[in-house]
């Protein structure tokens, strides 16, 4: 299994639009192969920012690294940087998002 993170630092205030972008995109990761599952996570809040992640889990490394070279990742971030009128979003993020991948080297499942 491989676990691939996106950090994003999100301007206090802009959380809402944050949120509101995220559950209207199309992810297109229904029918891709080795994809499982996508959280969206919110995390703590600093003084400028509140933390998100979005955290994907595919079936392995190959599976993730394939899609991110597809026409489906293409569809899916087409809009990334730009809201619901068109105008850059770069106001709702404190940098650019910050990936992290992680194999799985050990899974712990309930009975």
């Known amino acids: 299994m491989y ?44 003084e400028d920012h509140t933390l998100y992640a979005s955290h994907t889990l595919w079936q392995g ?20 940087h730009a809201g619901k009128d068109g105008a850059a979003r770069q106001s709702l993020y404190l940098g650019p998002p910050q990936f992290e991948g992680f194999e799985a080297i050990q899974v712990v499942k309930r009975d």
């Open 61 to 80: 490394q190959g599976d993730f690294t394939a899609w991110t070279k597809s026409d489906a990742f293409r569809r899916a971030h087409a809009h990334a």
């Open 3 to 46: 676990i691939a993170m996106n950090r994003f630092r999100v301007a206090k205030g802009a959380e809402a639009e944050f949120e509101r972008i995220w559950a209207a995109r199309e992810t297109h990761l229904g029918k891709v192969p080795g994809f499982m599952e996508f959280h969206l996570l919110r995390g703590p809040e600093a």
